[in-house]
């Protein structure tokens, strides 16, 4: 089978990146094809797909963040809401190469929902996987700062976003992806969508809220691409966050558990803004024990997940099946979450980690404290985690349900 591979970044960035090279690397280990369109930056893998990659408008989201041309404004903005130029460009590839199916992961803001129109008219069905909650809410995340967790859009309630400036805290950005997203629904851009692979239950049942066919949404769990068994690993009191470090994240209730007390805390990870400073400002003065560590690769990071005692996940938005997770479970490490969205259908509570209440500084701080003196508890709930990507999220049992559904609806799209 020829599988075109599409998502607007093509080097690792983040869990939608990371999964992008896994699922490339398992289905050319199993004898398919791939071929790739993306977007044009010095970051990206080599390709030899590349001359047909889009040319980069930035790696902003948005067309208005930064000075820009007329024309280099034009073509962020048609990106958003529906691009010629992504449709004439992804149609030259597909009829260059001819794929069997189309796997999309991220093209919102970036490519546009153009390109599934490119794969509907040569007769190629398309299959998505959703990282996010894009369809459904223009900032992705259902979460505003000044509110927590917020799902207005989802109810219907589309001047919500405006009016409490969802996106980057400004009205104007926020009408913008309204619109788009408004437009998206007009259009009926996920009926054009032959099937959705989506990693979480919870995820699932908001896009079947949101309108989309319950037949149309295959649960389909993240897997973790080992590269390293039974890795040697140790319990050293201390506690470990990465990941981006932004309010959605929940490290403001993070650092409110830990500090004030001698429990130790590494967190790692970009800041994309001046947040970090907020953090850093909330320790002035105070005793503390924690450590910003900056970004680092995933080589580097992977030192601290063998040393840790555990990993803490304290999202205060809706993650849809966050890496982070399935990252700590294959280095035998328990993971400590917030009880919110997806992540109770991944923490097994006392078997692989255990939840706190939402914005809970206080219980986090109890469930931290217990475990650093527990370092036996934690074995075994590492241990619990580790069989889990062994059996449940490995590249195997991802693999055979994916094929399943690039099958169905090959064989579905021949007979329509």
């Known amino acids: 089978m020829k599988i075109a591979l599409l998502n607007y970044r093509y080097f690792i960035s983040g869990g939608p990146e990371r999964y ?37 408008v930035e790696d902003s989201a948005y067309f208005a963040q ?16 529906y691009s010629f130029e992504a449709k004439r460009k992804f149609s030259k590839l597909l009829r260059d190469t001819r794929p ?5 992961m991220q093209y919102h ?19 998505h996987r959703i990282s996010d909650m894009q369809y459904m809410c223009p900032n992705a995340l259902f979460y505003t700062p000044a509110r927590g967790i917020c799902d ?8 919500s976003c405006i009016k409490q400036k969802c996106v980057l805290n400004s009205r104007i950005y926020s009408a913008i992806k309204a619109g788009a997203k408004l437009f998206h629904d007009i259009i009926g851009i996920t009926q054009r969508i032959n099937a959705f692979v989506v990693p979480a239950r919870f995820t699932a049942q908001r896009l079947a809220e949101y309108g989309i066919p319950q037949s149309k949404l295959n649960h389909v769990p993240t897997f973790f691409n080992i590269k390293e068994q039974d890795p040697l690993v140790e319990y050293q009191p201390y506690a470990l966050y990465f990941g981006r470090i ?12 830990f500090v004030d007390t001698d429990m130790e805390l590494k967190i790692i990870g970009a800041c994309t803004d001046d947040y970090i400073d907020t953090l850093k400002a909330m320790l002035q003065g105070r005793k503390h024990n924690i450590q910003f560590l900056g970004e680092m690769p995933f080589d580097r990071l992977k030192e601290h997940l063998r040393r840790c005692r ?42 692989t980690g255990h939840l706190f209440k939402y914005r809970d500084a206080d219980m986090l701080r109890r469930i931290s404290r217990r475990l650093m003196l ?19 999220y490995n590249p195997e049992t991802h693999y055979n349900a994916l094929m399943n559904i690039f099958s169905d609806v090959i064989a579905s799209n021949k007979h329509s």
């Open 20 to 56: 992008l090279f896994n699922i490339k690397e398992v289905l050319e280990r199993h004898g398919h094809e791939t071929v790739v369109f993306s977007i044009k930056n010095s970051r990206n893998e080599p390709s030899p797909f590349e001359e047909y990659f889009l040319d980069s």
């Open 310 to 351: 555990f990993c803490i996940v304290p999202s205060e938005c809706y993650d849809n099946f966050p890496n982070v997770v399935l990252e700590s479970f294959a280095f035998k490490k328990p993971v400590v979450a917030t009880d919110l969205g997806s992540l109770p259908e991944l923490i097994d509570e006392g078997t």
């Open 109 to 127: 803001n970036k490519i546009s929902p153009s390109v599934i129109d490119a794969a509907r008219a040569l007769h190629i069905p398309v299959v």
């Open 152 to 159: 207005d859009c989802l109810r219907g309630k589309r001047r």
């Open 246 to 257: 932004e309010p959605a994240k929940g490290l403001t209730t993070l650092v409110n558990a």
């Open 374 to 392: 527990s370092p036996d508890d934690c074995l075994a709930m590492g241990n619990n985690a580790y069989q889990l990507i062994l059996t449940k």
């Open 66 to 81: 930064s000075k820009k041309s007329p024309s280099m404004v034009l073509k962020s903005f048609s990106r958003m809401f």
């Open 100 to 104: 069997d199916v189309v796997y999309m």
